[in-house]
């Protein structure tokens, strides 16, 4: 069974920086590892993305030259840094992963391509 925790989450006022971590734990081979949020009364959107082979990596327009993505394969763990931290940011941040798969395209926006998910940790910005 293959378990994601996030962490990193708090209050932060506009301006601001944080870094998000995400520990999957099991039995993990993913291929996509990505970030997405959820604020209150919207639906769950995409945030960023990073691919295994070659760690290519895949930004919403919102947060591109902000957000940072990486992954530390050893440890089993995503990050997000976040600076410049705006309060349209405020969101619950998830944590997803992608089992292994053959195909060569792959919807790495989309909320329903991801198999795992997080419980999220809070992100606030306060303007």
């Known amino acids: 069974q293959v378990q994601l925790v996030e962490s990193g989450g708090g209050l932060v006022q506009a301006g601001g920086s944080l870094r998000l971590s995400c520990l999957a734990s099991?039995?993990?081979?993913?291929?996509?590892l990505g970030w997405f949020r959820q604020a209150p009364g919207k639906d769950r959107e995409f945030v960023a993305a990073?691919?295994?082979?070659?760690?290519?990596?895949y930004y919403a327009d919102s947060v591109k030259g902000r957000f940072t993505i990486s992954r530390n394969n050893a440890e089993n763990t995503v990050y997000l840094q976040m600076i410049d931290l705006k309060p349209d940011d405020t969101a619950v941040y998830y944590c997803?992963?992608?089992?292994?798969?053959?195909?060569?395209?792959?919807?790495?926006?989309?909320?329903?391509?991801?198999?795992?998910w997080g419980q999220g940790t809070q992100v606030t910005v306060s303007s």
């Open positions: 990073i691919r295994s082979k070659g760690g290519i990596t």
């Open positions: 997803a992963a992608k089992k292994p798969f053959l195909g060569s395209v792959f919807a790495y926006a989309a909320v329903w391509a991801y198999d795992y």
């Open positions: 099991g039995r993990i081979n993913s291929t996509y």
